[in-house]
């Protein structure tokens, strides 16, 4: 079930409101939230669902193990514990088949490859439990002693299948007890709105071009750029409208959830752009890997290049995703060992543009799974043996010019800003505003969802 779907938009999601606000008792809203998250994980993954509540169960007990002997041994067997069961879960389902064909390459003998489908959000739950257990045995949070209010926590349906990585720390406190103001409210359904608006208008068409380009029997120079722009339109308003969504839901029930995106696509160094896009997967590198494998003080190039081969494979079990990490890994390295504070020095809009260049030309790793369509992509994008541009390109450019523009405008901070200088010059433009776009952008994104046959969420794979 997605979020733009009918099903969620018009029965899921009003039922479960209309059911969580009957009782403003926080036990009959965490029951009523872990039943419909439940059920929302398995409308698509009816036996998986097993596996999430047994991952909920083994770090709900390890975290009582932890605070039971905290700072002795069986403190730290119940964390060893949490991070083999969940780390080994993760492989078996992820990675065990993805091994198993590079062995039997490797050796030349035929292993036979596990059948096993991906569970829908592993790679997040995974992560969510994890960050419980660790930050238990480092004195960071107190132990959760209501299974109920854990199974909330990790099953939550906002942010379930596709993040954000919502940290126990973070909702600690909202899990025993919160309030819904009716401000909070209708900031949580105007943030949802802006989500499902990226998503329908602006991601779904955006995918369509890169499909019809980068999917054609022939590419071009310029079909290959085009493809590739679009895909990044794609992919950014794919995931940061679902993290809008998620957030705008959490914020309906009454829940805070940290933001996800903060314009990346205005970034003026890589390094800028990975503190912008994804930022609670970078926080969880950072905190969980990058400063216990010693940060900036102790090998920091060892450590930069192990969370970006993490991160890669964390995407997925394809040596596309593990070239796209180390990519990313040896262009921060450069920024941070070569370029230090030069980047400083030069221009803005060069920056932007050099930032843009690689920025662009990594989401062609993450692209293409297949190496050898991936090989051709650059060629072709460089101009090696491929024609300059043909006439589908110059068609799909013309016939989405007003897609890529709104695209670029929206990638920017310029719409809330002007949005936010109208509502301050005018009180009666800020009281109708809000409800206006509510209904207009609802009214939108049902219209368009109506005649759409694509509507993916890209990040349900991972």
């Known amino acids: 079930m997605v979020f733009s779907s009918f099903v969620f938009l018009c029965i899921f999601l009003p039922s479960v409101l209309v059911l969580y606000n009957l009782s403003k008792n926080v036990t009959y809203k965490n029951i009523v939230l872990a039943v419909a ?28 193990v932890i605070d039971r002997f905290y700072a002795r041994g069986a ?22 088949g993805f091994i198993t064909e590079n062995l039997s390459a490797l050796l030349r003998v035929q292993i036979p490859a596990p059948k096993v489908t991906l569970p829908i959000g592993i790679s997040f739950y995974t992560f969510q439990t994890l960050s419980y257990t660790i930050d238990m045995y480092r004195g960071r949070v107190r132990v959760q002693k209501s299974f109920l209010n854990f199974l909330t926590y990790v099953s939550m349906f906002p942010q379930l299948v596709a993040g954000p990585i919502v940290r126990y720390s973070e909702i600690e406190s909202s899990l025993g007890s ?82 996800n995106f903060r314009y990346p696509y205005i970034s003026r160094s890589v390094t800028e752009f990975w503190r912008r896009w994804h930022i609670s997967l970078g926080s969880f590198f950072r905190d969980y890997v990058y400063i216990p494998l010693g940060g900036n003080r102790y090998r920091a190039a060892r450590n930069i290049l192990v969370v970006w081969l993490l991160t890669g494979l964390w995407h997925g079990a394809s040596w596309n995703f593990i070239l796209w990490g180390l990519f990313y890994g040896l262009l921060l390295l ?22 843009l260049f690689f920025i662009v030309l990594g989401w062609g790793l993450f692209y293409f799974t297949d190496m050898g369509a991936l090989w051709n992509f650059f060629k072709c994008a460089f101009g090696f043996g491929a024609p300059l541009y043909d006439l589908t390109t110059v068609s799909a450019f013309c016939t989405n010019v007003w897609l890529i523009i709104l695209c670029a405008a ?37 219209v368009l969802l109506m005649g759409q046959t694509y509507n993916p969420f890209l990040y349900f794979r991972f």
């Open 37 to 64: 998250s439940l059920f929302f994980y398995a409308w698509g993954e009816p036996i998986w669902v097993i596996l999430l509540i047994f991952s909920a169960f083994v770090d709900y007990v390890n975290g009582r």
């Open 75 to 96: 403190a730290k067997a119940a964390l060893i514990a949490s991070l083999v069961i969940n780390l080994g879960l993760l492989c078996v389902f992820k990675y065990s």
């Open 178 to 259: 919160r309030t819904v103001t009716a401000a909070d409210f209708s900031r949580g359904v105007l943030r949802f709105t802006a989500g499902l608006c990226k998503k329908v208008i602006l991601a779904n068409n955006a995918g369509q071009a890169a499909s019809m380009l980068l999917d054609g029997t022939r590419l071009t120079v310029a079909s290959s750029w085009l493809g590739i722009i679009m895909y990044s339109f794609q992919i950014y308003f794919d995931f940061s409208g679902y993290s809008d969504m998620a957030i705008g839901m959490g914020r309906m029930l009454g829940f805070g959830f940290g933001e």
């Open 334 to 355: 450069a920024e941070k060992k070569l370029f230090k504070g030069r980047l400083q020095k030069i221009p803005p809009p060069f920056c932007h543009i050099y930032a």
């Open 410 to 446: 929206a990638s920017t901070p310029v719409p809330s800003i002007v949005y936010g200088y109208l509502r301050k010059k005018s009180e009666v433009f800020a009281a109708i505003s809000e409800p206006l776009l509510v209904a207009a952008g609802m009214g939108l994104c049902f």
